[in-house]
């Protein structure tokens, strides 16, 4: 089963910055799409980001021209950019993978914690 870990969150100012990254097992990670997902306590987790294995990528309306999703396939990794954060967005972000092109997930991280103030 492919293992991905999530890191990179913090604590973050009012239009601060923070990279998080995903990094998956496995040989075959340029064959993987990747999600990103957010979600607050007593919410419903939120699709926020993805990218696929031919780099085709999408972004939320919520996050559009603030957060930029990308991957490094030679360091087995996945990328959130996520610039002018909004406190309203302390969430744990996770990171789900699609490693079959199945479309559906069959790992997911455990999810890093992102903190925002005010």
């Known amino acids: 089963q492919v293992q991905v870990v999530e890191s990179g969150g913090g604590l973050v100012q009012a239009g601060g910055s923070l990279l998080l990254s995903c990094a998956a097992s496995g040989r075959t990670f340029s064959n993987y799409d990747f999600d990103w997902y957010r979600q607050a306590p007593g919410l419903r987790r939120e699709l926020v980001a993805s990218?696929?294995?031919?780099?085709?990528?999408y972004v939320a309306d919520s996050v559009k021209g603030r957060f930029t999703i990308s991957r490094d396939n030679a360091k087995n990794t996945a990328y959130l950019q996520m610039k002018a954060l909004k406190p309203e967005e302390t969430d744990v972000y996770y990171c789900?993978?699609?490693?079959?092109?199945?479309?559906?997930?069959?790992?997911w991280g455990r999810g890093t914690q992102v903190t925002g103030s005010s």
């Open positions: 789900a993978v699609d490693s079959n092109g199945t479309g559906m997930y069959d790992s």
């Open positions: 990218i696929n294995s031919a780099g085709v990528t």
